[in-house]
């Protein structure tokens, strides 16, 4: 069985985060350069199957995509021209990275702690990925 693996797209980092095999859990992955993404996931996929794609879409609060929807449909269709036997799903992203931010906070996290970008990337992945487990089930 394969994973689930979630992608909040960045143009600086890109926060990572997948399922268990059994696609019940939600776990942060990693923050990757985005420059070396594409590489990164070809490696992962390498040593763990991979059996479904889910991308983070940034939408407006009147639903429209937002500017940065764009860079991550151009990511989107490298990906698919890597993994084509891979299904890729998009996933509203509206409110994660704040979402994120409030998780930190409730957990005690250090403000220093909590500014850390790329912290904030991991957790809006994994907020992403369990949306898409919710909505499939």
């Known amino acids: ?31 990757v350069e985005t420059n070396v ?13 991979v059996d479904h794609f889910i991308m983070g879409m940034p939408r407006q609060l009147n639903n429209e995509e937002s500017d940065n929807a764009k860079y991550v449909k151009a990511f989107a269709l490298q990906l ?3 993994f084509p036997e891979i299904p890729l799903t998009y996933v509203d992203e509206r409110f994660t990275s704040r979402i994120a931010q409030d998780t930190l906070l409730q957990g005690g996290m250090k403000k220093k702690d909590r500014q850390n970008k790329s912290t904030i990337d991991k957790i809006s992945a994994v907020l992403i990925l369990q949306t ?5 089930r």
């Open 37 to 49: 993404l594409l590489l990164y996931l070809k490696k992962y996929c390498f040593n763990e199957p």
């Open 1 to 31: 069985m394969g994973r689930l693996l979630a992608i909040d797209y960045g143009r600086k980092r890109t926060g990572l985060a997948v399922s268990d095999p059994l696609k019940i859990i939600a776990t942060a992955l990693e923050t």
């Open 132 to 136: 898409f487990m919710q909505q499939s």
């Open 80 to 82: 698919q021209q890597a």
